[in-house]
């Protein structure tokens, strides 16, 4: 069986898909975002190596309680797409066990991941979890380091192909929470007919103590934390 670069397990999560969820964060990441809160997860060379076999015993542990709460199982990050054939080679034996599964990405993968994997992996996940740094061009490269087309044509794939999907929006105060910002997202999610739910999470500073402990400067030290109130004037701007 193949081997997988895992960062972290967490065996009970109710944020990351429908119901409880079993979560798998995957070693290694591309980007580098400004806000990340798992700095940890950047370096692929570093991590636990672990084969399917071994995650997904694991995962059958926790069988009662992900199938009462109509929950599965999620691959998030890091960045999941880094590794589309381990978790090929999970998701098959997840549907021999009828395990609902999802995959939280930024779709932040290079140009030598087989095509063909991606799509193989497509049409073993249930959801996709899309993570949208920012709706402009320009900030969305500032943030992420990466290009804003990556995850608009993957959104484009997911549905051509009629694939269920959430959006996230990570709300950062006086970054990307402009008029503006707000604007550009609503035409970007302006007739997505796959597209199931969308939310906005609220940036929080939780995470700046791990930059702290790799020696790295957190740059966004004199940003503060959004609030309910900077959530419900994105939202109410985003229905408007």
Known sequence: MKQCKIHSLESFSAQDGPGIRYVIFMQGCPAR??????????????GKLCSVKEVFGKIE??????QSSKGGVTVSGGEPLLQPDC????????????????????????ADID????????????????????????LHKHITSMELKKPLEFISRLEKKKKHYW??????????????????LKKI?????YCKRFEFLPYH????????????????????????EDTKKAAARLLA
């Not at 542990?61 to 992900?66: E, H």
């Not at 929006?169 to 910002?181: G, H, K, Q, R, T």
């Not at 999610?189 to 007919?193: D, T, V």
């Not at 500073?205 to 702290?212: D, P, S, V």
């Open 167 to 184: 959006v996230r929006y990570v709300l950062v105060p006086d970054l990307n929470d402009s008029e503006s910002d707000i604007d550009n």
């Open 87 to 110: 978790l090929i080679e999970l998701f098959k034996l997840c549907k021999k066990e009828s395990i609902h599964t999802a995959i939280d990405t930024s779709t932040f993968y290079p």
């Open 33 to 46: 975002c400004i806000y990340c809160q798992n700095p940890d997860t950047w370096d692929i060379d570093s």
């Open 189 to 193: 999610l302006s007739n997505l007919k």
């Open 61 to 66: 542990k926790c069988l009662p309680y992900l």
């Open 115 to 138: 095509e063909k994997s991606i799509d193989k992996l497509i049409s073993l996940t249930d959801l996709f979890i899309v993570d949208i740094k920012a709706s402009c061009i320009d």
């Open 205 to 228: 500073t939780l995470g700046k103590h791990k930059w702290e402990l790799m020696g790295l400067k957190h740059p966004l030290e004199n940003f503060r934390a959004a609030t309910p």
